[in-house]
């Protein structure tokens, strides 16, 4: 598959544009960042929240851009340039990239995965699981990336990235014969401001669950189910299937959008509790120890019994969607049992054990909003009742301010002591965001508290408090290679980082 290059036919994916310029040009690239632009490339000038792409527009020119899309006024019109002036230009973005990458999600079964917590791992699992019964996938999530030419790191923070990437990805994914295209789908992706994802078609829509996050952007819980509910949106009509929890608050908008027969819920029951008529797919727990927990799956014409390698149910939580839709995808035949799901590789950053003879455990994850401490400390209280919890944390700056304090809260009713530190305070005071945090944990906390913004020595100070037989959490950065403080991006590798100070106790 080829690229559509022809600017007549891509502009005709526009239809509120006002055109100066001429339309007979050979396009050869696009970008909205001007240092990125070459001759013949369409620039795309973007307002965003640090800079305006319209204050580049010369630069871009300079370096070879023949057609500027832009939405403010312009002063200066350069000869030999085409023009188009849009109310959208994020729209623009997202029409022109899907039909210079000739609409690639129309040749490739995209599926998308969104949710407030999990979507990386289900991304992850189900990425494996298709892997592992010989269907060529490729992937976009924020730990990992694979077009089908192999299995990198991304290294950048953003979950889902701009469009024009995305078109891309898909673009190269058609084109080295994939069956499947797994996207992780955020809520800014989705929404209809940043239109990230406004012109894929999806085959499948995976929801993992929505509490709330984000609300700086979306500003109520509302708007930001409406824009998850932009994965559901854009399923391919008629065929196109989702897969939610069968206890959603959140479902009746999905039915609301497809038809419920094209709906599969699944509900993992409490121990003691029967199957679930009205769910598809009832999971129970069978028997669970360190090595693994066993679920039974069952539906009114399939039944699983799988031993999977994961010691806690906070990882089954975020299997079980992955391997319902491998069995949407698959019949029984394709799915091996024996030693299948032993294959299965943790994924970095995310509930990474280290486990040290003769000191405490190490639990790693990226947790950040309030369900995930919740779901991460109750899945490892239920294993470890009486271990003498340690976390260390801190919160975002410039982002969703109204979550810190219930971090606060959270770890305070499950941890015996909280370590307050830096997660990416960008143009935040440090000691601002940890007062946030602080002001959730009660007057009443009978356990220790440490502030200490530099990560470094908040997690030294940990492995310092922590005896044989305690349990620490580092939460929040995961696999992110960055801490950004006032505007500068520096180094990080918590879990490299962690394994020096292991080595050495006595040194931070």
């Not at 239809?15 to 001429?22: A, R, Y």
């Not at 039909?99 to 999600?105: D, L």
């Not at 990882?315 to 029984?332: E, G, H, M, R």
């Amino acid at each position: 598959m080829d690229c559509c290059t022809n600017l007549k036919i891509l502009i005709k994916s526009i239809t509120d544009c006002k055109i100066k310029g001429t339309l007979d040009r050979d396009i050869t690239g696009l970008t909205h960042d001007s240092r990125n632009c070459s001759h013949g490339y369409i620039f795309f000038a973007i307002q965003g929240i640090h800079y305006d792409g319209h204050d580049y527009i010369s630069s871009a020119i300079d370096n070879g851009a023949q057609v500027i899309f832009y939405s403010e006024s312009l002063y200066n019109y350069f000869d030999g340039i085409t023009y188009v002036k849009t109310k959208s230009v994020y729209n623009s973005i997202s029409k022109i990239s899907s039909a210079y990458y000739n609409n690639p999600s129309d040749n490739i079964k995209v599926i998308g995965i969104t949710g407030t917590d999990g979507k990386t791992s289900t991304c992850d699992y189900l990425y494996q699981l298709l892997t592992l019964t010989n269907r060529i996938t490729s992937l976009l999530s924020s730990v990992w990336q694979d077009n089908g030419s192999g299995k990198v790191r991304n290294i950048k923070h953003m979950t889902t990235p701009d469009a024009i990437e995305v078109h891309k990805f898909l673009f190269e994914s058609v084109n080295n014969g994939c069956e499947f295209a797994i996207v992780e789908a955020s809520s800014h992706g989705l929404s209809n401001d940043l239109k990230r994802l406004a012109d894929v078609s999806f085959t499948l829509g995976i929801c993992t669950n929505i509490t709330s996050d984000h609300l700086d952007f979306h500003n109520t819980r509302s708007s930001y189910i409406d824009s998850k509910m932009n994965l559901f949106r854009q399923l391919h009509k008629n065929t196109g299937i989702a897969v939610i929890p069968h206890d959603a608050d959140w479902g009746s908008s999905v039915k609301k959008i497809i038809s419920n027969s094209r709906i599969y819920t699944w509900c993992i029951l409490e121990k003691g509790k029967k199957v679930l008529n009205d769910a598809t797919y009832s999971i129970s727990i069978d028997k669970k120890d360190t090595s693994g927990i066993s679920i039974n799956v069952q539906s009114d014409k399939r039944q699983f019994k799988i031993k999977t390698p994961f010691p806690f149910f906070v990882q089954i939580s975020n299997f079980v969607p992955a391997f319902i839709t491998l069995l949407l995808k698959s019949d029984d035949t394709q799915i091996v049992y024996d030693n299948f799901f032993d294959k299965i590789k943790p994924i970095p950053g995310r509930f990474n054990i280290m486990e040290r003879e003769g000191e405490a455990m190490i639990i790693l994850d990226f947790a950040h909003t309030e369900n995930a401490f919740f779901t991460l400390f109750t899945s490892v209280r239920s294993i470890y009742p009486h271990k003498n919890f340690i976390v260390v944390f801190g919160s975002a700056g410039c982002r969703d301010t109204l979550k810190r304090e219930h971090l606060g809260r959270i770890a305070s009713h499950f941890c015996n002591t909280i370590v307050l530190t830096d997660e990416d305070p960008r143009e935040e005071d440090s000691l601002m965001i940890i007062h946030d945090i602080q002001s959730g944990i009660p007057e009443t906390y009978p356990g220790t508290i440490v502030i200490q913004p530099d990560r470094r020595k908040a997690i030294h100070t940990s492995l310092q408090l922590a005896k044989e037989g305690d349990l620490i959490f580092c939460l929040g950065k995961g696999h992110e290679t960055s801490i950004e403080n006032n505007g500068i991006m520096y180094p990080w590798d918590e879990e490299k980082i962690i394994l020096e100070l292991c080595r050495n106790k006595g040194e931070a």
